[in-house]
């Protein structure tokens, strides 16, 4: 058996040989009695090596502060080592941390991912904060997450609402069994006294089988279905992170996205902006007179997307910018909403 601590060195020193000489000089500054200095130079926090961290802790199934604290109490036998090299080996191939450990952080919480779901981003954050920004939490809101993918966005608000309902909608069957997944593991987190958020959650705790498709009439719901065929109305919020990049654009993409997250969750068409044309005239009718539509959009697109809102009867309340200054999420109100 080895420790973490001689692992993570070990693989960091492979990569990066030069730091050996630092860290070298580092040591020899300190008592020679001392044995808790680290083989590599205090400078070192790299990705790889949080990362590294990160693989052992879900291995072990104990806590990333336990690796970054302890790692020279933390062991690995035979078996778990042999895991760690093939967890290595998919990270050297660019594969994301988070795909490979199947774990994402996002608002207040940690989700399951796959390769059946978007990678939930920082930016989408934005959302769930323009959301907060505009609602008491004590309100009964009724929500609809269009194309939730790992339910991120809606599970986040159910936590942040806990007297609210909601329903998340996928075209693709796998990606609303992660979304029931997530909400199923959130519930179960609160039930143990995990989450503090999730205690207060009466619409998780509302949630019922995983087996179910349809899971009460009030509470979350995950269904597999087309946007085009849903036919529910009556929400005070829509919410959306569609596929927003040009398909001519996907080979230019990172490769850690554009081979690891699906292609339906990528690709808006020649333009990008294939779903926005969708949802949009969709969401009149879904929504409530006054709802309000929240928008994640790509680069550029804000002025397209909000021309397409004022198209179909929507008011532009705010694009909000995400912290690079790009303009990412496209606010508005449904003036009047339409039936079926």
Not at 18 to 40: G, I, P, V, W
Not at 90 to 116: G, L, M, Q, T, V
Not at 236 to 259: F, M, Q
Not at 269 to 293: E, H, Q, V
Request: net charge neutral; with cysteine; hydrophobic share 35%.
């Amino acid at each position: 058996m080895r420790s973490a601590k001689e692992i993570i060195e070990e693989c960091y020193l492979r990569r990066y040989p030069s730091t050996r000489l630092l860290a070298k000089n580092e040591a020899a500054k300190r008592s020679k009695e001392d044995e808790s200095f680290s083989k590599l130079p205090s400078s070192c926090n790299n990705d790889l090596i949080l990362s590294i961290r990160r693989m052992i802790a879900k291995i072990k199934n104990v806590a990333y502060e336990k690796i970054v604290f302890d790692s020279q109490n933390v062991f690995l036998n035979d078996r778990e080592e042999s895991l760690f090299l093939k967890m290595l080996d998919r990270y050297e191939k660019n594969e994301p941390i988070s795909k490979i450990i199947n774990e994402k952080s996002f608002w207040k919480s940690e989700f399951f991912i796959d390769a059946n779901v978007l990678d939930p981003r920082p930016e989408t954050e934005l959302i769930i904060e323009a959301i907060v920004e505009r609602f008491d939490k004590k309100s009964a809101l009724n929500f609809l997450d269009v194309g939730t993918g790992s339910g991120c966005i809606l599970l986040s608000l159910a936590l942040e609402y806990p007297n609210s309902r909601g329903v998340g909608i996928d075209v693709s069957p796998a990606a609303v069994e992660v979304a029931k997944r997530n909400c199923e593991e959130l519930l179960r987190s609160s039930l143990q006294g995990g989450h503090s958020s999730t205690r207060e959650s009466g619409a998780l705790r509302r949630f019922a089988s995983r087996n179910d498709v349809y899971i009460k009439e009030k509470g979350i719901r995950f269904l597999a279905i087309d946007w085009r065929d849903f036919c529910e109305s009556e929400f005070d919020v829509v919410v959306s992170n569609p596929p927003y990049v040009k398909t001519a654009d996907i080979p230019t993409l990172d490769e850690n996205v554009r081979n690891y997250d699906p292609q339906l969750a990528l690709d808006g068409g020649t333009t990008g902006l294939d779903a926005y044309a969708s949802i949009i005239p969709l969401a009149r009718k879904w929504l409530k007179p006054n709802g309000s539509i929240f928008l994640e959009i790509g680069y550029g697109q804000a002025e397209s997307v909000s021309g397409l809102l004022k198209a179909n009867g929507f008011a532009i309340d705010e694009i909000k910018k995400d912290y690079s200054g790009i303009e990412r999420v496209v606010i508005a109100r449904c003036l009047s909403s339409r039936s079926f």
